[in-house]
Each structure stands twice: as C-alpha cells, then as structure tokens.
C-alpha cells in the first residue's frame, strides 16, 4: 500500500535494528520451503519490539498492539503461515527498504484482521500476582505501557510470586553476605563498564547469548560456588 506522509515520517524516525534485521533474513532465505512458525514469530517479535511499531497508528489502533494479537493468533492456531508469505518475501529481499517492510505489514495487518482470542481475558494485579513494570524509554506513553504490561501479565501471573520472605536480604542485600560471594560479585561487575554488559553479543542471538552466559557463569560464579561450599563443608566438621 502506499503510505502518507505522517507513516513515512514516523518510519524515518527510527530504523529497524540492521543486525537483528539480517539474523532473520538468513534463516528465512536458508528454508527450502515454507519456514517453520519460530522463525516466522521471530520476525514478529523484531518488528513488535521497535519504537515505530509503538508509533505507526492503524485503524484506531497502533501497528504494535496488532502484532501482539497476531502473534496470540498465531499460537491458538488460527492464522496460515501462507497468509505472512508477501511480508517474507519483502523481508528476503534486502534491497527493500524499512518502509516496504512496514507497507507489507500494514497490508498484513489489514488483510488477516487479527482479533483477541476469544479465551483471552485482560489481567489486573491480584495478591497472587506480580504486577508488571517497564522502565524502557520508548515504552513511555500510558498507552503503550498498558498494553506490553497487559501481555506480558497474561504471561506471567501464574508463574510467579511476590513478597517471598527473605528474597531480597539473601539474593540483592551485599551487606550480609560472605566474602566469597562479594568476590563473585566484584568479579561479575567488572564486566559492566555502568551502561552495559561489555562482552555481551553484537546479535543478540539465543546461542551466543547463552554461551556469553555460560562463560560468566565458568569464571566468576562456578568458582565462588565451589569455594563458598567447600567452606561451608569445612565449617560442618569444626
């Protein structure tokens, strides 16, 4: 579709992550045939979490808050993975620009119509949930919050818990802890230049994110955990 000119303003304001952008080109073009629903919903999930998609409005809407129903739509299985094929096809082709790819999500959107599942009810905090919060500078407005807060809390209110009794003295209170464990911290912090974890992957991948954790883990925690027991083993036989 042809966009106005206050869509294409907004779509110049912000680009689409290049890195991330490329990660799901590759694995979509590396499909023989028709790519599998995760890949699919990770291109989802790319476009739901940048900033244009929180300010491209669509039918009294916003293009964010449709892709959150899509991707809902797409786990109660009423969606066909065909029905996304013009977008992939766009997103493929690397000499599209961010404004053909959010043209033919816009006509995505406009086509499938994505509607709220019919079992799916809005959550409020209760006692036995955890209320859900963002410091995120481009989730700002209300509008926005209550709506990633809204499905996010879906998510999650039957997972969790608040209030546990000595979480926070044992797990985040420094003070009370062993020198070992502070060792550990110490450790760990020096990788934190203070605005971000320096060795954390450029592609925010799963697999180099995890082995980027896995190495935290081998240098800094497993050691201090061996020591830490070995004391407290000592202890026991005084």
Request: aromatic residues 8%; glycine residues 6%.
């Amino acid at each position: 579709m042809a966009l106005s000119e206050d869509l294409l303003k907004v779509i110049e304001k912000s680009a689409l992550d290049e890195g991330s952008l490329n990660s799901v080109r590759d694995k979509l073009r590396a499909c023989a045939g028709t790519p599998p629903w995760d890949i699919v919903t990770n291109l989802l999930g790319l476009l739901v979490s940048s900033s244009t998609a929180f300010n491209l409005p669509i039918g009294g809407s916003i293009v964010a808050r449709k892709l959150f129903i899509m991707l809902q739509n797409i786990q109660d299985g009423s969606l066909e993975i065909e029905e996304f094929r013009p977008l992939i096809d766009v997103v493929v082709n690397s000499s599209r620009t961010d404004t053909d790819i959010w043209a033919a999500v816009i006509d995505l959107i406009e086509a499938v119509r994505p509607s709220t599942p019919q079992n799916f009810t809005a959550a409020t905090p209760t006692f036995f949930g955890t209320p859900v919060k963002t410091s995120s500078s481009r989730l700002a407005d209300s509008e926005t919050r209550e709506i990633v807060e809204k499905e996010l809390f879906h998510e999650v209110k039957r997972c969790t818990f608040r209030n546990v009794k000595g979480f926070w003295d044992k797990f985040f209170d420094s003070e009370s802890w062993d020198e070992e464990r502070k060792a550990m911290l110490k450790g760990m912090m020096a990788e934190h230049d203070g605005r971000k974890w320096t060795g954390f992957p450029s592609t925010p991948d799963e697999k180099p994110v995890w082995e980027w954790l896995r190495s935290l883990e081998k240098r800094f925690l497993a050691a201090g955990y061996i020591l830490a027991k070995a004391t407290q083993e000592r202890g026991q036989h005084l």
